[in-house]
């Protein structure tokens, strides 16, 4: 007898042999590649956007990218407080700050003559200021003003150690950030170049910048035009009324072709 290879179980059922006709099972990976293939950019740039929109919005509500304090530097008479609160920054998202529209802000303060803002990440914020720089010191009534080499009247700030005195006789009003006729600087530094000693003058808008001589003569000197001229005129005219024993009520060399005086 041959022998034979039994056959499989499920052929040997009952008894009865037969061909299985089950096919092996495959995987086919394209139903879900497929769809990849034709939108995976689609998807990818999706993705890409919710990420970014995540990280901004994680960005702009954290803390740590707010304005709580700034720098300042250059300050000797402006607070930094009062620099900080006039650029107006705190609580402010650093993303949102203008550096040029905050620089105008603290250029406002009538003691700040310029203001530049640097910023850096996270919150990081420097204020560097240039102050006005008070030349002489000017009185109109009660009042006392600085005023800066640009003729720019501003808040006195403290002590100026020897400071020239303008005396407005005529007691007019002034206010932070006016500006003087640039004739009064020039005839006040005109005279300070020439009597350094002198403590004050006095200026009215009819007879410009005068001075008191040490005989207590009021001399009138109008603008700091030929002011050499003028002084020389003036010591001329001083030592023949001292030598007449003339006391003047006041000497006026405005013109110096024509000097005059008053008699008392």
Partial sequence: MVPRRPGRRSQRRLGTQYHSSTRPIRFALAPVIGPWQAYGSRLAAALLLAVLVWAAYAVFTSSSFYVYGAEVQGNAVVTPEEVYAASQLDGLSVFWVNVDATAEKVEALPNVKSARVEVRL??????????????????????????????????PRGDLSSPLTIIDTDAHPVSAGQHLDPSILAAARSLRRLLPELPEMHYSRATGISFTTREGWPVHLGDGQNMDAKLTVLVALRKDLLARKVSPEFIDVRFVERPFYKVK
């Fill in 122 to 155: 996270p919150a990081y914020v420097t204020i560097v200021v240039e102050e006005r720089t008070p030349e002489l010191m000017w009185q109109t009534g009660s009042a006392r003003w600085w005023i800066d080499a640009e003729g720019t009247v501003v808040p």
